[in-house]
């Protein structure tokens, strides 16, 4: 079954950088397209990010481009999100998943304020 486990969150001022990093087990991770998402308080949950199987092409929201990186190490199962020039638009809960297998994790807080 399949399991993942989103780290790296925290509180960060404005314009500052943070790092998260979701472990992938229970399936063949390099198989699977993989995408992060966020969820702000009292919003939809909404895409932020995807990578291909071998990371030949990732894909952006808008508000992203520019300032997101997604990245993804298959030979360790970890998707990685290197986020910079943060705004408090960015506060948000962040979770990774698998295109095609439904199943979330625990997602990684984010919370952007001076």
């Known amino acids: 079954q399949a399991h993942l486990v989103e780290s790296g969150g925290g509180l960060v001022q404005p314009g500052g950088s943070l790092r998260l990093s979701c472990a992938a087990s229970g399936f063949t991770f390099s198989e699977y397209y993989m995408n992060w998402y966020r969820q702000a308080p009292g919003k939809e949950r909404e895409w932020v990010a995807g990578i291909t199987t071998i990371g030949g092409r990732t894909d952006y929201a808008e508000y992203a481009k520019g300032r997101f990186t997604i990245s993804r190490d298959n030979a360790k199962n970890t998707l990685t999100l290197q986020m910079n020039s943060l705004l408090p638009k960015d506060t948000a809960v962040y979770y990774c998943?698998?295109?095609?297998?439904?199943?979330w994790g625990q997602g990684t807080r984010v919370t952007v304020s001076s």
């Open positions: 998943k698998a295109s095609s297998i439904d199943k």
